[in-house]
Nanobody, 124 residues
Framework: QLRLMESGGGLVQPGDSLRLTCTTG??????VGWFRQAPGMEDERVGC????????AYVPPVRGRFTVSRDNAKNTVYLQMDNLKPEDTGNYSC???????????????????WGRGTQVTVSS
């Protein structure tokens, strides 16, 4: 049974915004990352957030447009996506680990738990 659940995807137009939600259930999800996979492509890092002070990291294509945040009381991590572009289309998954880092890692190898993802399509 998956313990990470994503929601909030949909079909939007270029320039629109979406907020994705990742619920971590009973996991001790100290560090959470977001990844995406476009059809026929390998998955791609997006961003992540650390526990504690909530330090974030992003890959250059989304920096300044995407924001990862968390509400620990709700066991939820968000991915706010603004000024969406067609190249942002993909299945967005969240991943978590109990490990803590000074700066959250963007490499998938550090994450132990994964959700199935939610589809985001950006098209006019």
């Amino acid at each position: 049974q998956l313990r990470l659940m994503e929601s909030g995807g949909g079909l939007v137009q270029p320039g629109d915004s979406l907020r994705l939600t990742c619920t971590t259930g009973g996991l001790t999800a100290n560090t959470v990352g977001w990844f995406r996979q476009a059809p026929g492509m390998e998955d791609e890092r997006v961003g992540c957030i650390s526990s504690g002070d909530g330090t974030q990291a992003y890959v250059p294509p989304v920096r300044g447009r995407f924001t990862v945040s968390r509400d620990n009381a709700k066991n939820t991590v968000y991915l706010q996506m603004d000024n969406l572009k067609p190249e942002d289309t993909g299945n967005y998954s969240c991943a978590a680990t109990v490990r803590t880092f000074r700066t959250c890692p963007l490499s998938r190898v550090w994450y132990d738990e994964w959700g199935r993802g939610t589809q985001v399509t950006v098209s006019s």
